[in-house]
């Protein structure tokens, strides 16, 4: 079983709004929405490959009741701790005469230190049937960055390999932590490393670099 953990999930919103210019008034043509989040996407792709997954993270607010239920419907299975905090919104504006997109994403919930450790005890428990867990996408403003690499650290000591899948300061101390792997993007792992990659050379280099950092 694998596990995957969004601890910043949203409801995200997509609108197709032909020509769209910023300072006007638009009608909308399409919207969609869906439950949203790195680790929920994960969780989504594997439940179409019909690998047994489990969803889990923070949800809290009427935002994160429609989280659940839009999971329900897709008949993901989730285990999310909740929260006191209303979880995020995104918006996408699609023009579908250009193929632009602009997206307005929500920073997060408020998220309290008796919060993290009692979602922290649910996920080493869910884990205990699980060989991988994937920790994926931004934490909440008020999650410290170190937590990724606590969550890292506490399922490797219960044997469950990682996979962590996000950017910055969390990125950089999960890494400390050991990871099985991570999985950035070149301006994520540009900022890990503190440089840019010019050529074929210069990622080889940032990607020893990763290594060697603790994945």
């Known amino acids: 079983m694998i596990l995957t953990v969004t601890l910043n ?14 300072g006007h008034r638009h009608r909308a043509v399409e919207a969609t929405t869906v439950a949203g989040g790195k680790g929920i996407n994960v ?48 918006l996408a504006v699609v023009d579908p005469t250009t193929g632009e997109q602009t997206e307005i994403n929500e920073r997060g919930p408020e998220v309290t230190a008796e919060e993290l450790d009692r979602f922290l005890a649910k996920l080493l428990y869910l884990a205990r049937g699980a060989r991988i867990c994937v920790i994926a996408g931004s934490l909440p403003p008020s999650v410290p960055a170190s937590f990724a690499s606590r969550m890292v650290a506490d399922l490797k000591e219960i044997g469950v390999e990682t996979i962590l899948d996000t950017e910055g300061e969390p990125l950089r101390d999960g890494l400390r932590a050991g990871p099985a792997a991570v999985t950035p993007n070149v301006s994520e792992a540009e900022g890990v490393v503190d440089h840019e990659f010019n050529d074929r050379e210069d990622l080889v280099a940032g990607l020893r670099s990763l290594v060697e ?3």
């Open 9 to 22: 999930a949203a409801i995200d919103r997509t609108v197709a709004v032909p020509s769209f210019r910023q």
């Open 43 to 90: 969780a989504r792709a594997l439940k179409l490959l019909a690998r047994p997954v489990i969803a889990t993270g923070l949800a809290g607010g009427p935002t994160g009741a429609r989280l659940m239920e839009r999971l329900a419907e897709e008949s993901i299975l989730t285990d999310f701790t909740w929260i006191a905090g209303e979880s995020r919104t995104n």
């Open 213 to 215: 950092l603790g994945a």
